[in-house]
């Protein structure tokens, strides 16, 4: 990201931190995360990233949550994040292809 289409924030002298704003369409962020709020929003919006791909399909989500309800409502996971952990993601669709219908 360069300065110019990035998030810009900065801590004055007494160490407050300013609101970090997108260098496109001027949105503020605030509060302590500001800045990585500012990156992910310049991500998701001006670059459209989708960086969480559904497990089982080709779908792309810019945001985990909504990863997640896609997968609840168009797979029909019951959510529950304890079974990936560790898997890969062809295990995981091996998973999902393994369950009866």
């Not at 991500?43 to 309800?69: D, E, I, M």
């Not at 029909?76 to 369950?99: S, T, W």
């Amino acid at each position: 990201m360069d300065n110019k289409a990035g998030a810009s924030g900065s801590t004055n002298p007494k160490g407050v931190k300013s609101p970090a704003s997108c260098g496109i369409c001027g949105k503020t962020f605030r509060g302590s995360n500001a800045n990585t709020q500012a990156w992910r929003h310049y991500n998701a919006v001006h670059l459209k990233l989708r960086p969480y791909p559904c497990l089982y399909c080709n779908k792309s989500f810019s945001t985990s949550g909504n990863r997640k309800s896609h997968m609840m409502g168009q797979h029909r996971l019951e959510f529950d994040p304890q079974h990936l952990v560790g898997l890969k993601r062809k295990q995981v669709i091996n998973l999902h292809f393994d369950r009866p219908k």
